[in-house]
């Protein structure tokens, strides 16, 4: 059974905010400048763009296939493509500074999740890039 939708909308931009929102699988955009929801949409399935085009024609013949989010799930997701099921693979690498920076606010982060070994990876750094005395091997005595 399909679910049907209906809302009273004034104006563009709540017509916007309403259909990202739902984040339907399909959406039909029957306006004079479907273009203008194209640039502002961000949660949906399939987009389909004036009068020419529509569900049909996208989920046969023109869209790039069949398997598109539903539920709401177009929020965080899209539809299926060849990328799903490529590997990617990514990598960090930053300065001896940046590592102090970043590792200031990812020891005091750590320490509220009580993530103590990811906090001592960043303590390291911070003792080694920034000759601070911190973490398990501090120097000095906690004087609390």
Known sequence: MRERREAEIKGHDEAVREADRIAA????ILTRNPRWFLE??????ALFLGPETNVSYGDKVIGTNHTLPTRGAARYTGGLWVGKFMKT?????ITPQASVEI????SRLCAIERFW???????????????QD??????????S
């Open 89 to 93: 693979c990514t990598y960090q690498e």
């Open 40 to 45: 502002r949409m961000k949660n949906y399935g």
């Open 117 to 131: 070994g990811h906090k001592e990876q960043a303590d390291l750094r911070l003792r080694r890039y920034g000759g």
């Open 103 to 106: 590792g200031e606010y990812c």
């Open 25 to 28: 699988e399909h959406v039909e």
């Open 134 to 143: 911190v973490g398990l091997h501090r120097t000095r005595p906690d004087k």
